[in-house]
């Protein structure tokens, strides 16, 4: 089912035969240099180049009987390269190819991943925008609290995922490294200048210092990154699964026609993008916990790590890139019942109102601890089916002697709350000067 809705290009970043062409291109670009420092005949590599041939099926052959893939691929290459062939992984170790070819594929998922966070950002602004002055109540505990807008729960979204968008681009930087320092990292039998111009040509920064391999700190950022990812789109789908619930129903997810939602209950509208999105961010979540684990390798290596990494690494991306389009459709096609939002805030008869009044209390020099008993002592009664707050504070002598029958009635206002909305608007999404930006922040040149 995922593969189904990957955007194109993301699962075949992690194909099999695209791997073994950027161990070639690390391996020509390698040979490349040798004929730089005079350590092999110019031209070389534009030979082994055009003769070069990548076959899968071949390097699965000799692996069965090697039960090593470099040396599988690199003997794959002799039939078709020829006498070259000897210039090919001259000083290298296996980790120099897997290391610096695997920077390449995870630099290219996440540049498709940051394409996902860019579309996820404008709906999210989009939308934010649009439903800026919908009143809703906010909620904590479960429990009406106070008048928010429904605009500002998806600007707050939308400054989170742009934080997300701020970590992955660091994370870019730290895993775009490769490294052809040799077997303990000691660059005995190739200088470091190798390395340098092997790097530079496949967009990589070179590792300042390694031993057989890329330290996996860099790979344990990058999985807990995606996985932090994947935790606020979670945190976006359980927010959505809350207001679809029958007694709110204060937004759902688009139903299309002829959906079903039940093979037994033909009235069902089910919130299944979101139960699915919150059911994938799991597997991204656990997959970080197995990066981390890759950390520790013995003395200058071992390749416990690289078991790990041949599945959680392609698992993540893909499974990211699938939850971003999913809750990237869901925010821009998401059904929001405005009526039902008013309804529902005024559920309590007045009760998300009492900081209001109590503060109100405050400023007429009211004291704070009586304030509150009286604001409370009303609450309670409503709570209790004893009418609305604000009529059962007209009627209290302690609230009445401070407060006037009008001034009573302006606590009871929820435009009060939506006051400074303008102020937090501009925070997010900047000031009119600026809204010319793309939905990423990135200011336009």
Same mark, same amino acid.
Request: proline share 3%; hydrophobic share 40%; glycine share 6%.
């Given at each position: 089912?995922?593969?189904?809705?990957?955007?194109?290009?993301?699962?075949?970043?992690?194909?099999?035969?695209?791997?073994?062409?950027?161990?070639?291109?690390?391996?020509?670009?390698?040979?490349?240099?040798?004929?730089?420092?005079?350590?092999?005949?110019?031209?070389?590599?534009?030979?082994?180049?055009?003769?070069?041939?990548?076959?899968?099926?071949?390097?699965?052959?000799?692996?069965?009987?090697?039960?090593?893939?470099?040396?599988?691929?690199?003997?794959?290459?002799?039939?078709?390269?020829?006498?070259?062939?000897?210039?090919?992984?001259?000083?290298?170790?296996?980790?120099? $190819?897997?290391?610096?070819?695997?920077?390449? #594929?995870? @630099? !290219?998922? =996440?540049?498709?991943?940051?394409?996902?966070?860019? /579309?996820?950002?404008?709906?999210?602004?989009?939308?934010?925008?649009?439903?800026?002055?919908?009143?809703?109540?906010?909620?904590?505990?479960?429990?009406?609290?106070?008048?928010?807008?429904?605009?500002?729960?998806?600007?707050?979204?939308?400054?989170?995922?742009?934080?997300?968008?701020?970590?992955?681009?660091?994370?870019?930087?730290?895993?775009?490294?490769?490294?052809?320092?040799?077997?303990?990292?000691?660059?005995?039998?190739?200088?470091?200048?190798?390395?340098?111009?092997?790097?530079?040509?496949?967009?990589?920064?070179?590792?300042?210092?390694?031993?057989?391999?890329?330290?996996?700190?860099?790979?344990?950022?990058?999985?807990?990154?995606?996985?932090?990812?994947?935790?606020?789109?979670?945190? $976006?789908?359980?927010?959505?699964?809350?207001? #679809?619930? @029958? !007694?709110? =129903?204060?937004?759902?997810?688009?139903?299309?026609? /002829?959906?079903?939602?039940?093979?037994?209950?033909?009235?069902?509208?089910?919130?299944?993008?979101?139960?699915?999105?919150?059911?994938?961010?799991?597997?991204?979540?656990?997959?970080?916990?197995?990066?981390?684990?890759?950390?520790?390798?013995?003395?200058?290596?071992?390749?416990?790590?690289?078991?790990?990494?041949?599945?959680?690494?392609?698992?993540?991306?893909?499974?990211?890139?699938?939850?971003?389009?999913?809750?990237?459709?869901?925010?821009?096609?998401?059904?929001?019942?405005?009526?039902?939002?008013?309804?529902?805030?005024?559920?309590?008869?007045?009760?998300?109102?009492?900081?209001?009044?109590?503060?109100?209390?405050?400023?007429?020099?009211?004291?704070?601890?009586?304030?509150?008993?009286?604001?409370?002592?009303?609450?309670?009664?409503?709570?209790?089916?004893?009418?609305?707050?604000?009529?059962?504070?007209?009627?209290?002598?302690?609230?009445?002697?401070?407060?006037?029958?009008?001034?009573?009635?302006?606590?009871?206002?929820?435009?009060?709350?939506?006051?400074?909305?303008?102020?937090?608007?501009?925070?997010?999404?900047?000031?009119?000067?600026?809204?010319?930006?793309?939905?990423?922040?990135?200011?336009?040149?």
């Amino acid at each position: 089912m995922i593969e189904r809705y990957t955007r194109p290009g993301m699962k075949a970043i992690w194909d099999l035969k695209h791997k073994y062409e950027i161990w070639l291109e690390v391996e020509l670009q390698a040979c490349a240099a040798f004929e730089r420092a005079k350590q092999a005949p110019r031209g070389t590599s534009a030979k082994i180049r055009k003769k070069a041939k990548v076959d899968v099926a071949r390097i699965a052959e000799i692996e069965k009987v090697t039960k090593h893939d470099v040396i599988a691929f690199l003997e794959s290459l002799m039939d078709s390269v020829g006498p070259e062939h000897r210039f090919l992984h001259m000083g290298l170790t296996s980790s120099d $190819i897997v290391d610096t070819s695997l920077a390449v #594929q995870m @630099t !290219e998922a =996440l540049d498709l991943i940051l394409a996902g966070v860019d /579309g996820l950002l404008a709906v999210l602004k989009r939308q934010s925008l649009h439903y800026k002055h919908q009143v809703m109540v906010g909620r904590s505990h479960g429990i009406h609290g106070e008048p928010i807008s429904f605009g500002l729960k998806l600007a707050l979204w939308y400054e989170e995922v742009r934080r997300h968008q701020s970590r992955l681009r660091q994370v870019r930087s730290e895993i775009a490294v490769g490294k052809l320092s040799g077997a303990m990292g000691t660059f005995a039998h190739q200088p470091p200048d190798i390395e340098e111009f092997v790097c530079a040509k496949l967009g990589l920064k070179v590792e300042p210092v390694s031993n057989q391999v890329v330290q996996r700190d860099r790979h344990a950022s990058y999985a807990t990154a995606l996985a932090l990812l994947a935790a606020s789109i979670e945190k $976006i789908a359980i927010e959505i699964r809350h207001l #679809q619930r @029958t !007694e709110v =129903l204060e937004a759902e997810e688009y139903f299309s026609e /002829g959906q079903k939602g039940s093979s037994a209950m033909p009235h069902k509208r089910n919130p299944i993008v979101s139960e699915n999105l919150c059911g994938l961010a799991r597997l991204v979540r656990a997959n970080s916990v197995a990066a981390m684990e890759n950390v520790a390798l013995w003395h200058e290596r071992d390749i416990s790590h690289s078991s790990v990494e041949r599945v959680i690494m392609p698992d993540s991306t893909i499974l990211i890139d699938y939850m971003l389009a999913k809750v990237t459709d869901l925010i821009e096609h998401l059904v929001v019942y405005p009526d039902r939002m008013r309804r529902n805030l005024e559920l309590t008869g007045g009760l998300v109102y009492s900081q209001r009044l109590l503060l109100a209390l405050v400023e007429k020099g009211a004291q704070r601890k009586e304030s509150y008993e009286a604001v409370q002592r009303n609450a309670m009664a409503s709570w209790r089916g004893g009418g609305g707050l604000q009529e059962l504070a007209e009627k209290d002598p302690f609230i009445a002697q401070h407060l006037k029958k009008q001034e009573i009635a302006t606590c009871f206002n929820p435009k009060y709350y939506l006051r400074h909305l303008d102020q937090i608007y501009r925070r997010v999404f900047g000031t009119a000067k600026h809204r010319s930006q793309n939905a990423s922040g990135r200011a336009k040149k």
